[in-house]
């Protein structure tokens, strides 16, 4: 409602003539006849004296009011943010306005000053690109263009580009040379159709900085590879030595074509994932989780990725003749092993040997993160780029305070210096032949207990405890040299120095990525898969045994409910017996009093639209 106040009053518009408003007072549950008159852009002229005091209670009442109506209104206008947590917020900061301006009063003003400000949805991407060029500073991030540019693969499939210039530049100049990309479904908007929100990621000091987001309406090579020329036109500055994705094959074949110079690698956690849902499939969770070694040949399947590329195949024959030493029956799973991972893909697709880091837990976190942050699958498209938006505009922040070398997240957990130690300890031991591939994926096995023995209900396992690992002495006192981690985020304690071991310089500490939020990440878990453990429950709940209860059934059931011939009664009433047909579908499954008051002209039984109904005798 639009007020005016004049002289300790409140006016509301009557009616208008022209440019002439007719005002009455608007004081609430007062009756009273005050007018006034207000022509054009000139002065309010009180007309009718008021039946109470200027300035008076109501008065003051009104104008918290207003006041807090105009608040609510313009946070409306100028955020994305959901409108009834705009109130609530209001409220607990005013609860005297809030209390005279409730949320259903308040909600329509809120949105038609949501609607003013919002454009429509566009229905596809090439509006949303257009719109976009006749609006390129709608979005900006420290006073730079956040909207790139769009492009169109050859198969007419459009992508949408946001990134921040000075960002990258920022990012890069502080020496960036690692990469990591993935995309995710879970957080595009529901309108325009996309197939995805591709993410491209900058590591710089052991921190992830996420750079690019391109909307995508295709997964495909083609799309992939316009995505990836027009980012590398851009951004030439960007030339990174390493360039850690997942297996989708297309994004590997574009990222090689497109940076050859660049390593490219998968991450460690999918390589396991994929075992550990194919043994689900192959119907050997059981079996495993039963058979000691059975578990001990899954485990060592999962760390061939920790192996060199040229010992993989060595090791997994290892395996095999472990499996056959100890009656352990895979062989399903070891053809798919075979065929899949080491013909297919090759040992060079999954191999993480050497590498800074050997999961992408960063880029998972950050997915889910924005997940969280829209509270549903597919947020409105324009929350969605404005809180992007201010992803970026905050990760200005934070390379600023990592160049002047202030700490911006939390340290690594011990429990990830500790799973890298004993990493990094058997790969030198196998480096300089002290031990076995063989002894290798038996030391290194454990590293993967508490990602499979969640996924396969392994809670009742022994070998996955901290007892086994106490026992591996081997593993934690082996002689190794003490290598500074990259992050310098490990305690020298930790560390036993050897003078007559060479250094393995490509086999440091893996520096677990500080993700710039307040994350706390578990191991190997993906946060987006967490719904998965309300489905485990399920399982377990529906294993245990039901208490039935016993209920006598009399001896002359027969006789009390004699069988009734379902193929001639009506599907609707179940009473009568059927006598019209439908036309052109031809069944016949109604009886004459629900023909006459069946609503919809369609049948029952095949859904289908009916023309006319033919009486069967």
Known sequence: MDHREHGGYYYKINKTRGDKLYLKCATPNVYCKGSAIKNGNGPIVPKKTHSHDAYGPEYHELETKNIFRSTLVERAR?????????YDQEAIRNPHAAGIYSWPTAESSMRYARRSTLPPLPSTLRELSEFLDMNVDRYQCDNSRFYQEWMVDRYGKYSVMFACNDLISAVINQGANELHADGTFKVVPS??????????????????????????????????RKVLERFKIKYPEVRPVSIMIDFETALRQVFVDTYPEAHVYSCWFHYVQSLQKNIRKMGYSRY????????????????????????????????????????????RFFTYMSSFWLSIKGPECFSVYGQPRRTNNNVESFHSTLQQTFQVAHPNLWKMLDHLKTIAVKQHIVVTQLAAGLTTSRSVKFKYILNSMRIKNSTALLSTGAITVKEFLIQCSHCTDR????????????????????NNDGILNAPIPA???????????FMVIAEDLV???????????????????????????????????????????????????????????????????????????????????????????????????????????????????
């Not at 100028?78 to 705009?86: F, G, H, P, R």
């Not at 290598?483 to 304690?493: H, M």
Request: proline share 6%; hydrophobic share 40%.
């Open 503 to 617: 250094p393995v310089a490509e086999n440091n500490i893996e520096p677990v990525v500080n993700v710039i939020e307040d994350y706390d990440d578990m191991d190997f878990i993906i946060p987006e898969d967490g719904e998965l453990n309300i489905w485990q429950q399920f399982r377990n709940d529906a294993d245990e045994e039901e208490e039935i209860t016993f209920v006598e059934v009399p001896r002359n059931l027969y006789e009390l409910y004699p069988p009734v011939d379902e193929t001639n009664i009506c599907i609707v009433c179940r009473m009568e017996e059927r006598t019209h047909a439908l036309i052109p579908c031809g069944h016949r499954v109604l009886c004459v009093d629900c023909v006459t008051q069946l609503q919809a002209q369609r049948c029952p039984l095949c859904n289908s639209d009916f023309d006319m109904v033919l009486r069967i005798w």
């Open 451 to 470: 990602y499979l023995s969640t996924e396969l209900n392994w809670h009742d396992a022994t070998d996955d405890s901290e007892d086994e690992i106490q």
């Open 288 to 331: 495993i989780q039963q058979n000691r070694e059975a578990k001990m040949c899954l485990k060592m399947c999962a760390v061939l990725a920790l192996l060199p590329a040229h010992q993989i195949e060595m090791g997994f024959q290892e395996i095999k003749n472990h499996a056959q030493n100890n009656g352990v029956l895979l062989p």
């Open 191 to 224: 309108t325009p159709h996309c197939r995805q929100l591709f993410i491209i990621h900058l590591i710089l000091q052991n921190h992830s900085i996420p750079v690019c987001y391109v909307l995508m309406e295709a997964k495909t090579e083609a799309s992939y």
């Open 483 to 493: 290598v500074e981690d990259a992050a310098g985020v490990v305690d020298p304690q």
């Open 78 to 86: 100028s955020e994305t943010i959901e409108l009834k947590v705009i």
